[in-house]
């Protein structure tokens, strides 16, 4: 490569500009000679989507605490940001972005990380497409500021309905009873999406003992509405009041603007780049518009998770500059938790569910261990269970579910370092980890529990 090369890097958060500046490093070491420019349809940049929940509830004082790197800074560091620039199409062979303004922009190579914005169903919008007042989705800083409004606005025995029981649902409950108002979280699944039902039941239980209504099986067919306000949600024969409703059923990747250029996208519309980050000659991508490979069972899937975003955005722009780093894939591991009105539980999980596991080359068994976070006759004891899977036949560990007290999510993170080295379920109770009477008991939990499987097998 001579010369300088025209880098156009659509979307400007957590993998767009991950690979922007990652590009501009590597490319001082390998002494190519960048021009950067990112365009984002948005006003912000570079915020952290997963602080915006906790800014809802109050544990965050400020939008702009959640800003990263503001515009000014990406500038001043070389990079020429064009904020409030939408990309509506591309042509690969002249190797043009066209933007909603008419303007086209010539790249060498082209970088798509325009993420995957919050599916809002037709029940939820307005003839003009908009959604109804009193509903909307946690997405971005300006939903997260919407919300802040609407909370303060809605006052006391104001009731707000959660549609979702993802993570982004559970959270948004979490602000909303911490904010002292009503909640019912609809979800049309047995429970938590990601987890096990009899993990998930722990969850709902917690929700419940916090004072918010659990409806599972709840497939939302429309809301009632007053003029533009919204005042109730109904599903099958039922409905509830509502003041508010929170749209938490999962995001879509924005890929739409990528129509005609002959891009493969999977069922989901996603992208899979390699562990470069290259889609074709000239095109890269990385996170929330791509699927992520699964190292367990070799598999795509679609994790739309900040983690898998940064990872892959810096390995995509090391590697548009000469570099060589690789994004190995992931685990499927993930964590949150629910903390309101004298409720604390820890909620994460990594590696396959049982259905995933069935329906895979594995012989699956899978058990539930209970104990506590610390030794027995500590203060910082508090119940925790952990669910186990594994292979029969080659002892494998194929996934680890946790939901428990204080410390007990990050357990996930030990069986995390198993699942990434294929180890067995011998090697999780073998390990050596940290003990001591306020951290675990002697054989930490997560032994235990993977302990127990290893017998069954
Ligand atoms: C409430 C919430 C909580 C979360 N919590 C966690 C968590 O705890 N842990 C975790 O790992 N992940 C979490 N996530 C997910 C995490 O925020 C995302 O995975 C991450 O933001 C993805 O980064 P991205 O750069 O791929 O996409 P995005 O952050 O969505 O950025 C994409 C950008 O592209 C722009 N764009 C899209 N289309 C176009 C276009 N056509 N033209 C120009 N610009 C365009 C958008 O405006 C946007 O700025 C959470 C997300 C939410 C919403």
Redesign the pocket.
């Known amino acids: 490569m001579s010369g300088r090369t025209r880098v156009v890097v ?9 690979a922007a500046h990652q590009a501009m490093r590597t490319a001082e070491r390998t002494g190519r000679h960048l021009d950067v420019t990112v ?4 006003r ?2 570079s ?7 906790f800014w809802m509830a109050g544990d965050v004082a400020s939008g702009d605490d959640l800003v990263a790197r503001t515009a000014e800074q990406h500038r001043q560091a070389g990079i020429d940001l064009r904020l409030g ?4 199409g591309v042509s690969l062979d002249e190797r043009t972005v066209a ?2 303004a008419g303007e086209e922009i010539g790249y060498d190579e082209l970088v798509v ?6 599916v809002v169903p037709s029940w939820a919008l307005r003839p003009d497409g908009t959604p109804y007042d009193g509903v909307g ?4 800083l300006d ?2 500021s919407a919300w802040l409004d609407r909370f303060a606005e809605a006052g006391d025995g104001a009731h707000v309905v959660v549609v979702g029981a993802g ?2 649902g559970i ?2 409950a979490e602000a909303a009873l911490r904010r002292g108002l009503g909640v019912t979280v609809l979800t049309r699944g047995r429970g938590l999406a990601l987890l096990e039902d009899e993990m998930s039941e722990r969850v709902a239980l917690a929700l419940r003992a916090a004072g918010a209504e659990v409806v599972l099986d709840a497939e939302v067919t429309g809301l009632d509405v007053d003029g533009d306000r919204v005042t109730g949600v109904r599903w099958g024969d039922e409905r509830r009041d509502a003041d508010l409703v929170v749209v ?1 059923i999962g ?1 879509r990747p ?1 890929t ?2 990528l129509a005609g250029t002959g891009l493969p996208l999977s069922r989901v519309g996603a992208l899979r780049p390699d562990g470069h980050g290259r889609v074709a000659d000239g095109v890269w991508a ?5 699927e992520v490979r699964r190292r367990i069972d070799d598999s795509w899937v679609f994790r ?7 990872k892959h ?1 810096r390995a995509l722009g090391d590697s548009l500059a000469g570099g060589t780093l690789e994004f190995p894939g992931v685990v499927d591991t ?3 938790r629910f903390a309101a009105c004298d409720q604390y539980l820890e909620i994460a999980r990594t590696g396959l569910t049982l259905a995933e596991a069935s329906a895979g080359s594995f012989d699956p068994v899978c058990l539930t261990t209970e104990g506590t976070t610390a030794s027995g006759y500590m203060p910082e004891a508090d119940p925790v269970a952990i669910w186990v899977v594994a292979d029969r036949t080659t002892r494998r560990l194929l996934g680890v579910q946790v939901v428990g007290g204080r410390g007990a999510g990050k357990r996930v993170d030990v069986a995390a370092g198993v699942l990434w080295r294929c180890g067995t379920v011998d090697d999780l109770a073998r390990l050596d980890l940290a003990y001591a009477p306020p951290f675990s008991a002697a054989w930490d939990v997560v032994q235990i529990a993977a302990r127990r499987v290893a017998e069954r097998l």
């Open positions: 659509v979307g400007a958060d957590a993998a767009g500009m991950s365009l984002d349809r948005g912000h940049t915020y952290s989507a997963c602080g915006i929940p620039t939408e990309v509506v933007t909603a990380a325009t993420g995957a914005p919050a989705p946690v997405k971005t939903d997260g993570y982004v959270e948004a938490a995001v924005a739409g603007f990385a996170g929330d518009c791509c739309p998770l900040g983690t898998h975003a940064n955005g993930s964590i949150t």
